[in-house]
């Protein structure tokens, strides 16, 4: 069964296989990884470790225009399958491209309804955090992405071609009053 987890050193092996399913020099949503992240040593990995679970810390000052937040990891026992981020605010970047929630299922992983159910357990998350609506973007052409964000009751704002390609834009309502997200998983 699968369960979100806050990014831990113990799983650093297990990171490296997913992140080596998506393929050299491929972006894996939900993540937080940037490119001066060096994850493949132990001490590497523990410091970006570190950085997301500072960025999660609202006490904890970000430098620039960077917003607070949440990583969780999908895991299946020792298994990483995927990664999901929960942005606490909106900076311009964000407002335009990449919202509040971003999320990735590695490849072996997808079309087995983990991203729906990650999303549902983060805007429980979004909802303690008292957010009244979260913005969540695909890529156009990501039908299943579409798909789950649909689920979950997003309404399309727009499609916009950005910096990055275009993207479509979602907003999802949350009302305190929702009924909790059960956990049964469901296909994309």
């Not at 806050?6 to 939900?30: C, F, Q």
């Not at 079309?111 to 979004?126: I, V, Y």
């Amino acid at each position: 069964m699968p369960e979100l987890v806050a990014p831990t050193v113990r799983l650093h092996a297990a990171w490296r296989e997913a992140r080596d399913d998506w393929g050299p020099g491929v972006h894996e949503d939900g993540f937080g990884l940037l490119p001066s992240d060096e994850v493949d040593t132990p001490a590497g990995f523990a410091d970006w470790v570190d950085r997301l679970a500072g960025e999660s810390d609202p006490a904890r000052p970000l430098g620039g225009d960077r917003v607070h937040c949440t990583y969780r990891w999908i895991v299946d026992g020792d298994r990483v399958l995927g990664g999901i981020a929960l942005r606490h605010g909106l900076n311009d970047f964000l407002l335009r491209i990449g919202g509040h929630i971003g999320y990735g299922v590695r490849p072996s992983a997808r079309q087995r309804g983990l991203a729906t159910w990650a999303l549902g357990r983060m805007l429980g998350e979004a909802r303690a955090l008292g957010l009244a609506r979260v913005l969540v973007t695909c890529e156009v052409g990501n039908v299943a992405s579409a798909r789950t964000i649909e689920h979950h009751g997003g309404v399309l704002e727009d499609v916009r071609d950005t910096e990055l390609g275009a993207v479509r834009r979602y907003w999802i309502e949350l009302r305190s009053s929702s009924p909790p997200v059960s956990g049964e998983r469901r296909g994309c």
